[in-house]
């Protein structure tokens, strides 16, 4: 029993780096209809950014308070300078220019920084603490009381705020919104570097937990995009949960199925995937979208 209730704790403590990043892909799509793929990078170069301002003696806190700053700033500009180019255009090519700013972050990255592993300090203590016979670490239980609280804040931008239902309406007709009087052109700007924000804070949690390199979110990007395709491209709630599901669900199968292992534990969120999209296609807590013709 204690084995199994380990690898639950273990699994959310993962699922809570998919959710992280999983929840600014949630965030870009709800502002702007989009699936950023450069989402990842940019909370790698955030995370840069913040773990340079420690390094020139600035507290932990204000160096990731500066960079959550500095990420929203460059989200606004990288809409405005490139992506405003392409987001009326093919949906398809747009897609393409966000996988084209991924790699672009990366170099960037590996340039300034090169690719050798940095620590990167944890906002919270490093301490564990018993649960059910578990061992479960402070930082985690604190990075998924953080995750939770930024799903909920995320839920009611959408659901309960002018800003929010704004955002989605520039989303899902950007003409329409704008013929209404409002601000097409700033609601984006605003979204990106919402999302960008977001990827700072992402970052900076998931840092400690893995070294601190140009590509340390490749993978994760993967999870969190299954994820989002799970939980519904809509909904911030059901993309945590169906990050938790994942993290949870791969190591319950990687130690009880030994057909599959830990070798092609990666198979699973895919699976789930297949099965999802047959069945219910705008993922399990997404929304039924009708088009009138």
Known sequence: METFIQLVVDGLSTGSIYAALALAIVLVNQATGLINF?????????????????????????????AIVLSFCLGALVERFLMRRFERGDPDTA???TIGLLTLVTGIVAVLWGYNN????????LT????????????SLATTVTIVAIMVLLQVLFMRTKLGLALRAVADNPASSALSGLPVGRLLM?????????????????????TLTP???????????AAVILGGLDSPIGAVAAAWGI???ENLVAVYVPLIGHDLKIAVPFALIFVILVLRPQGLFGRKVVVRV
């Open 38 to 66: 450069a989402q990842g990078g940019l909370a790698v170069l955030s995370a840069y950014i913040a773990y340079a301002f420690v390094q020139a003696g600035l507290p932990l806190l204000a160096a990731v308070l500066l």
């Open 95 to 97: 897609v393409v220019v």
């Open 118 to 125: 940095l620590q990167f300090p944890s906002l919270f203590p």
């Open 128 to 139: 564990s603490v018993n649960i059910l016979g578990a061992a479960v670490s402070v930082r």
């Open 190 to 210: 605003v979204g990106w570097g919402l999302a960008a924000a977001l990827g700072a804070v992402a970052g900076s949690l998931v840092g400690p937990q893995l």
């Open 215 to 225: 590509g340390m979110l490749d993978g994760a990007l993967v999870y969190a995009l």
């Open 247 to 249: 993290g949870v669900l």
